[in-house]
């Protein structure tokens, strides 16, 4: 069985920096790509940034410049830093990733809540 495990949301104030963190664990699989998703209250989940294997890079318009979406494949472990954090972008942030086990999936974590108050 594979598992996301995310950590790093908060709550910051506008303009301030988190770093949120997940982690594939589990026993013989493999990761493809991964990415970030946020859920705010009433909205549909969107893509916010993801990344390849390679760690070629993809970006939401609303946060690029401001986020950096990174990998250790090593570890098995994406990352993203926010930076210049806004109101709007409070939201639940999902990990994603395509997981080999005995076949291709697509495997969510459980979700961190990110909010940008002062």
């Known amino acids: 069985q594979v598992q996301l495990v995310e950590h790093g949301g908060g709550m910051v104030q506008p303009g301030g920096s988190l770093r949120l963190s997940c982690a594939a664990s589990?026993?013989?699989?493999?990761?493809?790509?991964m990415a970030w998703f946020r859920q705010a209250p009433g909205k549909q989940r969107e893509l916010v940034a993801s990344?390849?294997?390679?760690?070629?890079?993809d970006y939401s318009p609303s946060v690029q410049g401001r986020f950096t979406i990174s990998r250790d494949n090593a570890k098995n472990t994406v990352y993203l830093q926010m930076n210049s954090l806004k109101p709007e972008d409070t939201a639940v942030y999902y990990c994603?990733?395509?997981?080999?086990?005995?076949?291709?999936?697509?495997?969510w974590g459980q979700g961190t809540q990110v909010t940008v108050s002062s």
């Open positions: 994603n990733a395509r997981i080999f086990v005995r076949n291709w999936q697509t495997y």
């Open positions: 990344i390849t294997r390679a760690s070629n890079t």
């Open positions: 589990g026993s013989k699989f493999s990761v493809s790509s």
